[in-house]
């Protein structure tokens, strides 16, 4: 994705499995490397994780005005 990856689109590079198919390649970027998970980012299940991430989304968005979602 050389523009970058939108908030809300999925990446090009998450295959079907949900499994990052360029893991550990040299051309995998950085900021994909450098996430470094957490019990609260992960939860127990997809949905608890899928929630956290809108809610980061939600907050990093450019017209955020910093008040809680
Ligand atoms: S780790 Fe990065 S490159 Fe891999 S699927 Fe996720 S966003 Fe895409």
Excluded at 12 to 28: N, S, Y
């Amino acid at each position: 994705m050389p523009d970058g990856k939108p908030a809300g689109v999925r990446c090009v590079q998450l295959g079907p499995d949900e499994r990052c198919m360029i893991f550990g390649r040299a051309d995998r970027p950085a900021v994909c490397g450098s996430l470094r998970p957490s019990e609260e980012m992960c939860g127990n299940s997809r949905d608890h994780a899928m929630v956290w991430l809108e809610r980061m989304e939600a907050h990093t968005a450019p017209d955020h005005n910093g008040g809680l979602i």
